[in-house]
């Protein structure tokens, strides 16, 4: 089966402490990538990686580090420094292709709660 | 800044009535215009558009883009308590060549 997994579904975690969000993919992509969802938001990008050890900001990547090791492993983590992680993560890929655009396949994401 | 908007946010509609969901976007050096369907978790893809006036159908669902005008449209006829979900309209290019998204309109099917 091929397709993208994160883990864990959901997440608890006490404020100060960091936490880091899986994100795999067999699907073979060189493009991965992490959203926010918050209610009313939509997705707002946080990181994304075009290709192995390289890796760009998003829209809201102050108080997120991510790494980009392996091309079906781009994990996320949630530092101390964010000031509301409380969220629902959302983990996608693409073939890296330039031109009209691609279609981004998602993952089921993670809910992450912090208090 | 890049930027794309869709309207209603939220809607409620009866099995069987037909629906139309909007987004207009702003986005600079723009490619293609994708919707997603929101259920409970993952969004799914539904369409993706890059020419303007040509519809793309996939059963009950079809959308267009005008380009000159800057906005797509989603339409959702004889609609089914299945298509409850949050419906998500995307935008690629701006500076990197992304994806911006839209905050989504909700639709509630009611049997």
């Known amino acids: 089966d091929g397709g993208i997994t994160q883990s864990p579904k959901y997440l608890f975690r006490k404020e100060g402490q960091n936490v880091t969000l899986s994100c795999e993919q067999n699907?073979?992509?060189?493009?991965m990538y992490w959203y926010r969802q918050d209610p009313g938001q939509g997705l707002r990008l946080i990181y994304y990686?075009?290709?192995?050890?390289?890796?760009q900001k998003g829209d809201i990547a102050e108080g997120y580090s991510v790494s980009r090791e392996k091309k079906e492993s781009f994990p996320l983590t949630v530092t101390s420094a964010q000031k509301n992680p409380t969220a629902f993560y959302l983990c996608?890929?693409?073939?890296?292709?330039?031109?009209?655009?691609?279609?981004?396949?998602f993952g089921p994401g993670t809910r992450l709660t912090v208090t | 800044e890049d930027k794309v908007v869709q309207s209603p946010l939220s809607l409620v509609v009866h099995e069987g009535d037909t629906v139309t969901l909007n987004c207009s976007y702003e986005?600079?050096?723009?490619?293609?215009l994708l919707w997603y369907k929101q259920e409970k978790k993952a969004p799914t893809f539904l369409f993706m558009l890059t020419s303007s006036g040509i519809e793309k159908k996939s059963g009950r669902l079809s959308s267009i883009l005008d380009k000159k005008e800057l906005f797509s449209i989603l339409n959702i006829t004889a609609t089914q308590t299945g298509d409850s979900a949050i419906y998500l309209c995307?935008?690629?290019?701006?500076?990197?060549?992304?994806?911006?998204f839209g905050t989504g309109t909700l639709l509630a099917v009611q049997p």
């Open positions: 996608a890929s693409s073939t890296k292709k330039e031109g009209v655009g691609y279609e981004q396949y």
């Open positions: 995307a935008g690629y290019g701006g500076a990197t060549n992304k994806l911006i």
């Open positions: 986005v600079t050096n723009f490619r293609s």
């Open positions: 990686s075009q290709i192995v050890n390289d890796f």
């Open positions: 699907l073979n992509h060189d493009a």
